[in-house]
């Protein structure tokens, strides 16, 4: 069965500092993956997606993911964090006949402190 | 544009209660989704409508769920009754076809509290 595991609960990072919050998943075909951000009181919101090609993509805000397939891994990275990163990050995979069946790890919360 | 909505935002209610969740799509979106984070867990596929038909169900925990979209339009989700374990946030998601979910809209969800 598909699964995604977010390994970090929580991640605590400086302003401006460097960001990656880890991704593993199990799945049995190419993925799709996913990565999404949920600030309070707002649905989730698509950063990125993976289907194919160049394994490493670039999503908004100035976060991008790289696919690496002998890791089965989909970490997201930023290069510089801001405060208004301070949210709730999924990283799901595409399962289901049209991948349109979400499987999602369990989230990391990202804290930024000044 | 309005986005997906739900309604309530926030329910507090007692165990062996009943509750309805709602969801409004985004206008025209004939792809409707429901799923549910229990508290620090995963989130989790409920089922899926195509119109006012249930695609896939597969997700839903027991019989005390039921969910329908009559007419095609806004979808709700009956618990009944209520129990401890249920407790959690309720996301909808809406899209226009069935595919991939990065054409997908989520709702804000509805935080469910059981006591």
């Known amino acids: 069965a598909q699964s995604v595991t977010q390994p970090d609960i929580h991640i605590t990072v400086s302003e401006g500092a460097s960001l990656e919050l880890r991704c593993n998943y199990s799945?049995?075909?190419?993925?799709?993956l996913f990565w999404y951000v949920q600030s309070p009181g707002q649905g989730l919101q698509l950063l990125l997606k993976y289907f194919s090609g160049d394994t490493l993509v670039q999503g908004i805000k100035g976060f991008e993911a790289e696919f690496k397939r002998s890791q089965s891994s989909f970490n997201l990275r930023k290069p510089s964090v801001h405060w208004s990163d301070a949210a709730e990050y999924f990283c799901?995979?595409?399962?289901?006949?049209?991948?349109?069946?979400?499987?999602f790890g369990a989230g990391t919360i990202l804290r930024v402190k000044s | 544009e309005a986005g997906v909505t739900q309604f309530p935002s926030h329910s507090v209610i007692e165990k062996g209660q009943t509750v309805t969740l709602r969801c409004d799509p985004i206008s025209g979106h004939d792809n409707l989704y429901w799923y549910r984070r229990v508290m620090g867990k995963e989130i989790k596929f409920l089922l899926h409508f195509v119109k006012e038909s249930k695609q896939d169900e597969s997700g839903m925990p027991n019989n005390r769920f039921l969910a329908e979209r009559t007419g095609g339009t806004y979808s709700t989700l009956k618990v009944q009754p209520a129990e401890l374990e249920d407790s959690g946030v309720y996301f909808c998601a809406s899209s226009q076809d069935r595919g991939s979910p990065s054409r997908w809209f989520f709702g804000p969800g509805t935080r469910l509290t059981v006591l």
């Open positions: 799901a995979v595409g399962a289901g006949e049209y991948g349109n069946k979400l499987v």
């Open positions: 799945y049995g075909a190419t993925p799709y």
